[in-house]
T-cell receptor
Framework: DAGVTQSPTHLIKTRGQQVTLRCSPI?????VSWYQQVLGQGPQFIFQ???????GRGNFPDRFSARQFPNYSSELNVNALLLGDSALYLC????????????FGPGTRLLVL | DQQVKQNSPSLSVQEGRISILNCDYT??????FLWYKKYPAEGPTFLIS?????DKNEDGRFTVFLNKSAKHLSLHIVPSQPGDSAVYFC????????????FGTGTRLKVLA
């Protein structure tokens, strides 16, 4: 079975630009979570979506937004990019929004110049 | 406020010996704990989890121990293999409605052949 997939794998943007990252969950999983991992730190929670509804939001500015589609895939959008947004963006899926194990994709590495 | 702490940034162990990775947490509301392994350029891979109603969970070479009174968990890998060399993250979640994971900063394990 295919795991969590993310696209693109790498991305280079300049300050002020906007970026869209995509995630497809494991087949049958209805919940998608997004995390940001900067160098030397653990992943930090950005959003969780379940059945197309936002179930949780981390301590990130409004420049970060996300949505989930009827097929449970998800997009993360970041507007007005800052240098500090350079990070590995991870998507994780789980079967429900409850206390179930989340499985991570390979991530999208974003570099903001 | 770092709710999940991994105080050892790195650990070196001889092949065949036991690796012990430690993690401390501060939030007594956490009720589910996980360990992930991460290789460079890949997303975190789920290893093992434990619910707060247990104090031990085993899966092959991996055992996780939970000491709720000390707010401490550890991952034991026996025997350690060179392929285990990676960064290990502990994560915790609680019934906050979002089931977001709070991650530690990671411990880099190097298994020496």
């Amino acid at each position: 079975d295919a795991g969590v997939t993310q696209s693109p794998t790498h991305l280079i943007k300049t300050r002020g630009q906007q970026v869209t990252l995509r995630c497809s969950p494991i087949s049958g999983h209805k919940s998608v979570s997004w995390y940001q991992q900067v160098l030397g730190q653990g992943p930090q929670f950005i959003f969780q979506y379940y059945e197309k509804e936002e179930r949780g939001r981390g301590n990130f500015p409004d420049r970060f937004s996300a949505r989930q589609f009827p097929n449970y895939s998800s997009e993360l959008n970041v507007n007005a990019l800052l240098l500090g947004d350079s990070a590995l963006y991870l998507c994780a899926s789980s079967s429900t929004s409850g206390g179930e194990t989340q499985y991570f994709g390979p991530g999208t590495r974003l570099l903001v110049l | 406020d770092q709710q999940v702490k991994q105080n050892s940034p790195s650990l070196s162990v001889q092949e065949g010996r036991i690796s012990i990775l430690n993690c401390d947490y501060t939030n007594s509301m956490f009720d589910y704990f996980l360990w992930y392994k991460k290789y460079p350029a890949e997303g975190p891979t789920f290893l093992i989890s434990i619910s707060s109603i247990k104090d031990k969970n085993e899966d092959g070479r991996f055992t996780v121990f939970l000491n709720k009174s000390a707010k401490h968990l550890s991952l034991h890998i026996v025997p350690s293999q060179p392929g285990d060399s990676a960064v290990y993250f502990c994560a915790a979640s609680g019934n906050s409605g979002t089931y977001k994971y709070i991650f530690g900063t990671g411990t880099r394990l190097k298994v020496l052949a």
